[in-house]
């Protein structure tokens, strides 16, 4: 049995010069999937010992800067590189005229063929024989979507950002993941910000871990606002689910 490794490349919010925007890239078998691309993703891909020549998957929660403004780069480094392995990009409507865009205005052309996946819904998708990829719409403002990483032999990984909380959809797709990736960006104190922007509480992402019976939770993309006070968040989702953590740049997480 292949274990599992999830790599945090960037786990924050956006603030300005931030290389620390969200991304994670997962390791299973030969499988090498991404999870984000936010800006100078590829420069922390190098940092943590991986290749973007080896990366097969691409998904995109949304078209928000701070998750897609390093694909093009990236491409660009891929292509660089002389692989001619294809890759596959998931996202939302509007993703494949984003790249063909940027590739024409960039004059553009990468060494390896680029498919293009625009998701319509709650879709699943079966990337290879043994990983299953689960598309679930979110509430952001903007599409966007969550994705369940499912494992052949049951392990799963769900990715849900930016987004608010949504306890009883989720609980309805995901039974107990391994490891639960919530966006977290605000604190009870700033309810208020997490309606108006769309986003979650520590305390609403560790509500639906909860609700979905996790067995880990990572608090992701968590405001810089809170970066002198990272343990009153923690706090406040452990109070409600005693397994939560801070997602950090550079953690690994092993599903075995
Ligand atoms: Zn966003
Ligand atoms: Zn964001």
């Known amino acids: 049995m292949n274990p599992i490794r999830a790599t945090i490349l960037g786990a924050s919010g956006p603030y300005?010069?931030?290389?620390?925007?969200?991304?994670?890239?997962?390791?299973?078998?030969?499988?090498?999937?991404?999870?984000?691309?936010?800006?100078?993703?590829?420069?922390?891909?190098?940092?943590?010992?991986?290749?973007?020549?080896?990366?097969?998957?691409?998904?995109i929660t949304h078209m928000h800067g701070d998750h897609i403004l390093g694909l093009i780069p990236l491409l660009q480094s891929r292509s660089l590189s002389g692989t001619e392995t294809q890759v596959t990009i998931i996202g939302p409507e509007g993703i494949r005229d984003y790249l063909l865009e940027n590739f024409k205005l960039l004059y553009f052309r990468p060494r390896f063929d680029v498919a293009v996946i625009e998701l319509k819904g709650d879709d699943e998708l079966r990337l290879s024989n043994d990983v299953v990829v689960q598309a679930i719409e979110l509430d952001h403002g903007i599409v966007t979507y969550g994705y369940i990483l499912c494992f052949g032999d049951r392990r799963t990984l769900a990715y849900i950002t930016d987004t608010r909380p949504l306890p009883r959809k989720l609980s309805s797709i995901i039974e107990e993941p391994d490891v639960l990736i919530h966006d977290a960006t605000l604190s009870s104190n700033d309810s208020d910000l997490a309606l108006e922007y769309k986003h979650s509480t520590a305390a609403e992402a560790a509500h639906v871990a909860k609700e979905v019976k996790a067995k880990t939770l990572l608090l992701f993309h968590v405001s810089q606002r809170y970066r002198?006070?990272?343990?009153?968040?923690?706090?406040?989702a452990r109070k409600i689910f005693k397994y939560s953590w801070i997602a950090r740049k550079f953690m690994r997480i092993m599903i075995k």
Do not use: K, M, W
């Not at 002198?228 to 406040?236: F, N, Q």
């Open 16 to 59: 300005p010069g931030s290389d620390d925007l969200p991304s994670v890239i997962v390791c299973y078998g030969r499988t090498r999937l991404l999870l984000d691309a936010g800006e100078g993703t590829q420069h922390r891909i190098h940092e943590a010992g991986f290749s973007v020549a080896s990366i097969r998957y691409i998904l």
């Open 228 to 236: 002198h006070c990272y343990e009153d968040h923690l706090r406040e």
